[in-house]
């Protein structure tokens, strides 16, 4: 599923009293506004300007070999698949009528105990664990149509609680600091003078405390996720070009840096996800004009492409850091790969991935 920035610039008609569109790690709503497939949640495609079913498209879990990025063979699945721990979280419409229905479900990294977490007639998307695995944070619309919300719920789908309560209901791409006591997320907030413009907030685990560590005037921020130490946050802004890129900056807002620019202003990078360590995996159009992932160091330097066909976005890495989940564009499937790329194998019918820590 080609979740691109749920809740983009479309977006912000609907806060606006306009028709309800949307836009890391930021996707598009389903039968929303969009610009390219990856603007669409799989297995739909962007044609002329909205999220259109894929014709052909089938549903239900899929495991086996998959080509490997260089047209290589993805390798066995039992291998790759079998010594992998934890859990997967994403969404999925598989098991729902309305395909504009996504939930939560989470799987076993070797492909095993697929488990529905959310029932309900709305929208939950945008899952991410907690840092002790007994929580996930999510976005949904169950208590207003199209007004979507932060929550957390336990790790079995009980006990969803309300994070956030805004007049326009533009909040998405919820992350957990590393040490459990912040979410990072993205908003237009309540403040009308700003309503065109989504910023980086963060606020207590309870949904206290919110802050708006950007303000960034006249640009989009999408899609925080934190530094393996918590002291800084990695996400994507248009601020300088009106493309997309990856930025990093301090944990309170300050410092921002950029550490993607294809240099012409027609290339987009987004969707960080944070090693354990080091090194930030992306979604790029920087060599192609399809999305690819990429590894920087979180300099912006020794930039390597893992991946060549598929549209990926949505990434996470293994807990083990030898591995990389993501979801396809336009494909609404779930892959697991080596890091290096040269395995790939496909875990699920799904997209936004989130692996617990």
Request: aromatic share 8%; glycine share 10%; proline share 5%.
């Amino acid at each position: 599923m080609a979740l691109t920035d749920l809740l983009g610039s479309a977006l912000r008609g609907a806060a606006l009293g306009l028709a309800m569109y949307v836009s890391s790690c930021g996707g598009s709503s389903p039968s929303m506004g969009c610009q390219r497939d990856t603007d669409c949640y799989a297995p739909r495609v962007c044609v002329q300007g909205y999220c259109e079913d894929r014709n052909g498209g089938g549903e239900g879990e899929s495991e086996g070999n998959s080509p490997g990025p260089n047209g290589t063979s993805g390798g066995n699945t039992d291998n790759l698949l079998s010594n992998l721990t934890g859990k997967i979280v994403f969404i999925s419409d598989r098991d729902t009528s309305n395909q504009n229905n996504y939930e939560l479900y989470s799987i076993n990294a070797n492909g095993a105990d697929l488990r529905r977490l959310t029932t309900n007639s709305s929208m939950d998307f945008a899952p991410k664990w907690s840092p002790d695995g007994r929580k996930i944070v999510f976005v949904s619309d169950r208590d207003v149509k199209n007004h979507r919300e932060i929550y957390t719920m336990d790790a079995d789908g009980t006990n969803a609680r309300r994070l956030t309560e805004t007049v326009y209901g533009t909040n998405n791409g919820p992350s957990w600091s590393p040490d459990g006591r912040k979410i990072a997320f993205e908003s237009i907030g309540d403040d009308l003078k700003r309503l065109v413009y989504f910023d980086i907030y963060i606020m207590d685990p309870d949904g206290n405390n919110v802050q708006n560590i950007t303000n960034t005037p006249n640009a989009d921020e999408y899609g925080p996720v934190w530094s393996p130490d918590g002291q800084q946050l990695a996400f994507e802004s248009n601020q300088n070009t009106g493309f997309m890129d990856i930025y990093i900056m301090d944990a309170d807002g300050r410092n921002q840096r950029r550490l993607t620019y294809d240099g012409d202003n027609r290339r987009e990078s987004r969707f960080p996800a944070w090693f354990p360590g080091s090194e930030i995996v992306f979604s790029s159009t920087r060599d192609t004009t399809d999305h690819n992932l990429y590894i920087m160091n979180a300099e912006g330097n020794n930039v390597h492409r893992v991946t060549s066909s598929g549209n990926p976005n949505y990434s996470c890495w293994s807990p083990d850091r030898t591995k990389i989940a993501y979801s396809l564009g336009g494909d609404g499937q779930i892959n697991i790969m080596t890091a290096d790329g040269e395995e790939v194998v496909e875990l699920t019918e799904g997209a936004q991935p989130s692996w617990t820590p």
